[in-house]
């Protein structure tokens, strides 16, 4: 049986132990985002003792905002996988097993450089790959929406970006609905995914609504992945419809 967690940057405003506390009333896994109050060395150094008391298992969604492991300046590049290292060492120190990173962003101030920006990330991909094995963590590297900044949109280019490494993949399904790249990302990754994002949209934005609200095929989708033992972590912009996504989402998969 597949286990189903939640994620939501939203959740970083509300201190950790209430977070914890109303996620743990409806899920039994928590997929931390690490930023703001929920940012994971901070979570360690102070909360380290409720996540091992705790009854949900966990996983870290490495941070966000100011984090590029693809920029062309190469004290930013190193300073955003450092970043990312600290939040692997915190992951492991709180014996967690799976990590979720972004590929980053292109060049917003010159055109037509996308490809030294792939080559910035594989840079970061080798260096975030080893770490991952001296943390004896799952590294997972995360399609993005159809955003022109964001590398990682199409399948292929992801590929390209961890080819040469044993990084695994987060399988977004709301991102790649966005860009028409859901039966290619299931194709091309195949058992190299270990850690799944669901959510539903139109097919244009990255809207993370409720699943059934948008209109991905997840019968579908569910069906590219019928191999998959994995985690499910629903996505949202709040709680309650993460809730709800839930119930919808056990009952697509016969739970």
Known sequence: MNAIGVSCPEFGKTPFPEALENISREFRHWEIFSELEHYAPLVCLEHASL?????LTFSVHTGIADINVASNNERLREAAVANIVAEMKAANDLDLDTVTVHPGIINLAV???????IAQAKISMKEIEHYSAEYGLYAC?????NFPVMLGIQADELKEIIDGTDLSVCFDIGHAHTSGQIDRMAELFGDRIRNIHIHDNLGEKDDHMTI?????????????LSNYRGRYIIE????????????????????
Request: no cysteine.
């Open 111 to 117: 055109k037509g450089v996308r490809e030294r920006s």
């Open 236 to 255: 949202a912009r709040s709680l309650e419809s993460a809730v709800e996504s839930q119930a919808r989402l056990r009952r697509l998969l016969g739970q």
């Open 51 to 55: 996540i091992r008391d705790s009854d």
């Open 212 to 224: 059934g609200d948008g209109r991905i095929d997840f019968p579908h989708v569910l069906g590219l």
């Open 141 to 145: 590297i995360e399609n993005m929406p």
